[in-house]
């Protein structure tokens, strides 16, 4: 198979430790809530205002480049080398597709199950949730196609991923086609179009999914098609990106209620990719570098198990602990951490005692893991 772009050794590597700290990162994005609906009513955490900024500047903020990164990383290694769209399309489905539909619909089953029995109920809701919904319901919760999200929300990045693959040819032979026309209206896009104010688009800034996937897609086969080579951020200081990324992360913070935030979060994006994988490589150089690669053959088990389990743990955790300020802290600082531990054991445990259900679903990337 033809290779059209070369990654060495140390970027591989670098690529693959830098996920520790998206996945991470993609952990912290979903604990920024404060409020838990409950069988006796809801339940609203404490939230001083110098907390609720720490989330803007963490989840809001700072964890805004995790999804892009993953994005970019899919189709910079896609497109390294020569692929058949029918073949991708295949190893795909296996890896991306079952995944998807196994989870959403083992949460579903999950869900339906503890909702509607009393010692369960009492944490995380009564009620069949189900039973009110009709065909639409049922078509959005597999596919998102009405709300933007599927019944595990986190999820529409599986999904949209997929749908790029799909689309990979003819993505590419666009850029082919109209190389220089093709940056420019790329980067216009995710620079300079507030996407909030168009039909059909509800989010702002990076998380507009739309946005979000194809730009960052395409961004990945700019680096291919004109040869830019992440070892080239070797070069560069740390301190030299540190610099205008702490500066753009501080104005997101201070802007965040502003109309041209998108902006400011969307540079804050890239500034932070470059940031976090400069960190990496200098990381990959170190003792804990074996201990780093080890952790990142999880990333993709942490993204797809992470939600349900961070979000039932929080709600139990709400109930259970006097709302102070030590419980907030808790919820936030420590419990994303708590998840993230515990979704690599699972998947260790899993793969041990059943290797093949893991396989699945992981997508088989159990081969990735590293020693």
Known sequence: MKTYYEISDNASKTIDISKVFFSVMVVFIHVYGTTFGTTNGAIALINPAWLETAKRLISGTISGCAVPAFFFYSALLLYRKEFRWKDNV???IRTLMVPYLILNVFWMVFDCFVHVVPFFSRFLGGGNIFAAWGWREWVDSLTGIFTDYPYLYPLWFVRDLFLLNLLASVIRKGIDRFPKISVTLVCAVYLLVDTKLLPGFASNGVYNHEVTALCFW???????????????????????????????????????????????????ALTGIVFWYKLSSLLNKTKWRRQLLFLSSFSFSIYIFHERCLSHFRKICAVLLPNTLWTSLFMYFVVPFIIVAGCIILSVLMNRVTPKTYALLTGNRTKKQHG
């Open 218 to 268: 395409c961004f990945g086969y700019f680096f291919v098609k004109f040869g830019v080579n992440p070892d080239r951020i070797e070069s560069i200081k740390l301190y030299q990106i540190l610099i205008p990324y702490a500066v753009f992360a501080a104005l997101s913070v201070l802007f965040y209620d502003a109309d041209y935030l998108f902006i400011l979060s969307r540079i804050c």
């Open 90 to 92: 295949r190893k795909k």
